[in-house]
Every structure is written in C-alpha cells, then in structure tokens.
C-alpha cells in the first residue's frame, strides 16, 4: 500500500510543479516531497516501469512546450521560457530517479 501511496503522491507532484503559477517556495517545497516520495521506491525493482513511463510521459511533454516555444508572442515568451524551466527540472529528476532504479536492475541480473 505505501509504493501505491508514493506512486500516486509521485503522480500528484509531477501535477503540481507542472503549473506554471507555482510560487517559487510552493515549488520548492513540492519538489522536496517529491524526491522524498521517489526516494521511497528507488531501491524497489518493481517500480522501474512506473518511472520509465513519468520520464517517457516528461520527455514527451518537453518536447511539446519546446517546439511551440517558437510560436510563443514575444509578450508571453519569458514566461513560456519559465514554463519550459520548470519542465526540465521535474524531468531531470525523473530522469535521474530512472538511471538510479536502472543501476539496481543491472546490478542484479
């Protein structure tokens, strides 16, 4: 029950810090409890497809903010350009948390 509990707390966080209205210690926070939940299911094999799928998810949507970044009105680009910021950050921690469950995969096969 507690992995179903950081997954979804995971899927909530991953929502949050998505929204570019965030207040910067909001998401500094957001971002703290969600590297405590991902450290709660970093050492569980089992959870290596749930967080393929965020990272995959996250690439996808990066991509999809950077190339609509060109078409942004020069009056909203600064703040298209924050969004985009913001998208990195979360999957650089996704990415990472992959590279971290996919070391524990090799190391045991």
Do not use: W
């Not at 298209?80 to 096969?109: S, T």
Request: charged share 35%; aromatic share 4%.
């Amino acid at each position: 029950m507690d992995k179903f509990i950081a997954r979804v707390n995971i899927d909530h966080y991953i929502g949050l810090l998505n929204d570019p209205g965030l207040a910067p210690k909001v998401r500094a926070t957001v971002t703290t409890l969600l590297i405590q939940e991902m450290d709660k299911l970093r050492g569980d094999l089992e959870q290596h497809n749930f967080a393929e799928r965020r990272a995959a998810d996250g690439r996808d949507q990066l991509k999809h903010l950077r190339s609509r970044l060109d078409l942004t009105p020069e009056r909203h680009r600064a703040e298209a350009e924050r969004v985009v910021a913001n998208v990195e950050a979360v999957q650089h921690l996704l990415e990472d948390f992959c590279h971290q469950l996919r070391n524990k995969v090799k190391e045991h096969h």
